[in-house]
T-cell receptor, first 112, second 113 residues
Framework: EDKVVQSPLSLVVHEGDTVTLNCSYE??????LLWYKQEKKAPTFLFML????IEKKSGRLSSILDKKELFSILNITATQTGDSAIYLC????????????FGTGTSLTVIP | NAGVTQTPKFQVLKTGQSMTLQCAQD?????MSWYRQDPGMGLRLIHY???????DQGEVPNGYNVSRSTTEDFPLRLLSAAPSQTSVYFC????????????FGSGTRLTVV
């Protein structure tokens, strides 16, 4: 059965800390892996990863994919209170890359 | 650009009632999907569409219908609401090509009593 598993389920850190969020997957016909940030409402797109070992970076956030070991990590350095959110991992499957399995998310709380 | 617009934002239904959740996008995206989000379950795909006139079922389609008469609109119909359909519903759209993620609407929080 296809699945996407995120860990930890929740995390509380202090401002300035560095965090690493994990996403492992077992998905037939893997096409790509995506990270989303969900604050109060809609998930917003962060990264899409299709190739192993190539880091994607945006400001303090970075992510990398390992297609051999079937996982991805999302790193956030120098965390800020605005980073508090649920971080969702999604894996695109099927040949069209159209549909996604989502993990249950990691809830990150950054306290001042 | 409005992006993906969902209405209503909140709704309370009685068991057995029917209703339609509206979704519209102004980005000329071909692909549209409906997800529901439940605590501890993540986002699960209900129905999706790859273009006007074409729809298909996702992981949890029972109790829901969709249609796609135009590129812009993708309404989700609850035929006879049940308490198990209490959830947050997200509509999402994206363009073709494998290198793009979905743009999500702001969600509809539905409670069935």
């Amino acid at each position: 059965e296809d699945k996407v598993v995120q860990s930890p389920l929740s995390l509380v850190v202090h401002e300035g800390d560095t965090v690493t969020l994990n996403c492992s997957y077992e998905v037939t016909n893997f096409r790509s892996l995506l990270w989303y940030k969900q604050e109060k409402k809609a998930p917003t797109f962060l990264f899409m990863l299709t190739s192993s070992g190539i880091e994607k970076k945006s400001g303090r956030l970075s992510s990398i994919l390992d297609k051999k070991e079937l996982f991805s990590i999302l790193n956030i350095t120098a965390t800020q209170t605005g980073d508090s959110a649920i971080y969702l991992c999604a894996v695109a499957y099927l040949l069209t890359g159209n549909q996604f399995y989502f993990g249950t998310g990691t809830s990150l709380t950054v306290i001042p | 650009n409005a992006g993906v617009t969902q209405t209503p934002k909140f709704q309370v239904l009685k068991t057995g009632q029917s209703m339609t959740l509206q979704c519209a996008q102004d980005m000329n995206h071909e692909y549209m999907s409906w997800y529901r989000q439940d605590p501890g379950m993540g986002l699960r795909l209900i129905h999706y569409s790859v273009g006007a006139g074409i729809t298909d079922q996702g992981e949890v389609p029972n109790g829901y219908n969709v249609s796609r008469s135009t590129t812009e609109d993708f309404p989700l119909r609850l035929l006879s609401a049940a308490p198990s359909q209490t959830s947050v519903y997200f509509c999402a759209s994206r363009t073709t090509g494998e290198l793009y993620g979905y743009t999500f609407g702001s969600g509809t929080r539905l409670t069935v009593v």
